[in-house]
């Protein structure tokens, strides 16, 4: 009798009708990654339309403006890495030049790190990350030496780490370890690579020690799980860093598998299977004018404890896909473009639906090195156009419960204001 009281509440628990979702949820039955990798049949979502809310996955949202000053200008910002108690922010003003600046996590300045040049502790353009373990600031010379120099986050420079990529795209900082992608160095299409060892994802420890390697998913028929089939050259595509409980994930654009730096190295994650919408070569690699009938994907994977999120467009239509882990169902939000841009289509509004704060739509930049915070970043007239806009102050929006934090900051701003962050706190599962 007992073990049938069993069965019926576990099947009670998991009963989901729809697109509704529970409301409350405390206790954490979903498979998790030793559940590594996930296969995504993602064309089943297309016919599956649901509407996706903030309140189903986050518990909160905030918004930071970051303090102006005459020392402290920002037109954009982006990246934004954060941790507990600090906001960093990069922002690249012209062609040579490139800042990062630091805030409390209320906003307040800091200090800046580093400082433009071609000498020591000096950068040009760049990319960067944080250690917050170390309490360190790791930046890659995009113009120069192309090499990873250290800060600590007060700005003090510390020297050099024992990397020196010339492919190197972009990078990461996770498990204490350091993630590489480079996307070049192969021959031409049908010949043998240049660099017969050159990889897509490398990871090093700090020490310069390389951990483990991934071949180039910008090779057409290879396999990425055996490395099996036919290399093929390719120059397009980013891999883009996502976290999840500490772990980052390397997505990878219009890539089919993505990957996860785990304790044991790296790891296919998920495994995009896009069935009669995959693109062909020209179109996965060369990344094509998105006006052909194939779904593509150049965006990041979000993940939740119950859901992995992430968008494809196709025809002028984007799809933001939702895959539910404990039950591989697959449902998509859909949203029409705006117009062209340069011969793609864009758009200006799309993401969950924000009925935390009654405010646009809102989907993700970013995320916390933990993975529990997603991050996005609007100007300061961006953000008073979307989230101060007329259309977000009915009634029903007002009674949001962060709609007074959003009309506050939106209300404060000037045209000469620095960015602002907003933060999605998701839902904590016990």
């Known amino acids: 009798m007992k073990n049938q009281l069993y069965r019926i509440f576990f099947l009670v628990l998991f009963l989901n009708i729809g697109c ?14 030793t559940n590594y990798p996930y296969v995504i049949n993602i064309v089943e979502g297309i016919g599956h339309a649901c509407v996706f809310k903030l309140s189903e996955i986050a518990d909160s949202i905030s918004f930071i403006s970051l303090e102006t000053n005459e020392n402290v200008l920002l037109a954009s910002a982006g990246p934004v890495h954060i941790d507990k108690r600090n906001i960093f922010v990069g922002t690249i003003q012209g062609q040579t030049s490139s800042y990062i600046y630091r805030f409390d996590i209320e906003g307040s300045f800091i200090n800046t790190v580093g400082k433009i040049g071609r000498g020591p502790g000096e950068y040009l353009t760049m990319s960067f990350s944080i250690d917050p373990e170390s309490e360190e600031v790791i930046v890659f010379r995009w113009l120069g030496p192309r090499d990873f120099i250290v ?68 090779l057409a028929g290879v396999n990425l799980i055996t490395s099996e089939g036919t290399w093929y050259s390719s120059q397009s595509g980013i891999s883009d860093f996502t976290f999840y409980n500490g772990q980052p994930v390397m997505s990878g654009q219009n890539n089919d598998t993505s990957f996860v730096l785990t304790e044991e190295g790296l790891k296919p994650a998920f495994i995009l299977n896009r069935e009669e919408f995959s ?18 994907g150049l965006s990041k994977y979000f993940e939740t404890p119950k859901f992995v999120f992430r968008y494809l467009d196709m025809e002028g ?38 009925d935390l704060s009654g405010g646009p739509s809102f989907y993700p930049n970013w995320t916390n090195k933990e993975g529990d915070i997603w991050i996005a970043c609007y100007s300061s007239s961006e953000f008073r156009e979307r989230y101060g806009s007329n259309q977000y102050q009915t009634e029903q929006a007002l009674a949001a419960p962060f709609a007074n934090e959003r009309i506050k900051v939106a209300e404060s701003l000037t045209d000469d204001s620095n960015p602002v962050i907003i933060m999605v706190h998701l839902k904590k599962y016990r």
């Open 20 to 33: 509704q979702q529970r409301k409350s949820e405390t206790v954490l039955l979903y498979p998790d990654h």
């Open 151 to 218: 800060f600590d986050y007060s700005g003090y420079f510390k020297g050099k780490l024992p990397l020196i990529s010339q492919n190197a795209m972009q990078f990461e900082v996770g498990k204490d370890r350091v993630i590489i992608v480079q996307p070049y160095g192969y021959s031409v299409k049908g010949q043998k690579s240049i660099i017969d060892d050159l990889k897509m994802y490398q990871v090093f420890d700090k020490s310069g020690q390389l951990i483990d390697a991934v071949p180039s998913p910008f």
């Open 279 to 296: 693109p062909d070569y020209n179109q996965r690699y060369q990344i094509s004018p998105n006006n052909t009938r194939f779904l593509e």
């Open 317 to 354: 239509i984007r799809y933001l896909f939702r895959y539910e882990k404990a039950t591989t169902d697959v449902s998509s939000m859909q949203f029409t473009h705006k117009g062209k841009i340069h011969g793609r289509y864009f758009f200006d509004d799309f993401g969950f639906t924000d």
